[in-house]
């Protein structure tokens, strides 16, 4: 299970940047990570839809535009030989809201 380290609740930044740490991989090689993000509207979850495969391991971090007003989720997954590790375990997905930014 890919952790995606601490995200703020909520942002009126334009951009977010997910980080994570190498998980447990049970002795086997990772090859790759994919990043994936849903939209929550009126507290229904969306669709995961795949943002990026990450095929260098080394980078574990990633520069997410996000869009005003909109909640969205995060996960993270590790392919090794096996296959690709789950994605819908909770302690897996952060979430973080776009604030409207009153200011500007």
Do not use: H
């Not at 535009?65 to 590790?85: C, D, H, M, P």
């Amino acid at each position: 299970m890919v952790e995606i380290d601490e995200l703020p609740d909520e942002t009126t930044d334009d951009t977010i940047t997910l980080k994570w740490k190498e998980p447990e991989s049970n002795r086997k090689v990772i090859t790759m990570y994919t990043v994936y993000q849903r939209v929550v509207t009126d507290g229904k979850v969306g669709q995961w839809t795949e943002i990026k495969k990450i095929r260098d391991v080394s980078v574990r971090e990633l520069k997410i535009t996000l869009e005003r007003g909109k909640v969205y989720q995060f996960a993270i997954t590790a392919t090794n030989e096996l296959g690709e590790s789950l994605k819908q375990e909770k302690a897996n997905i952060q979430q973080v809201k776009a604030k409207e930014d009153m200011f500007k």
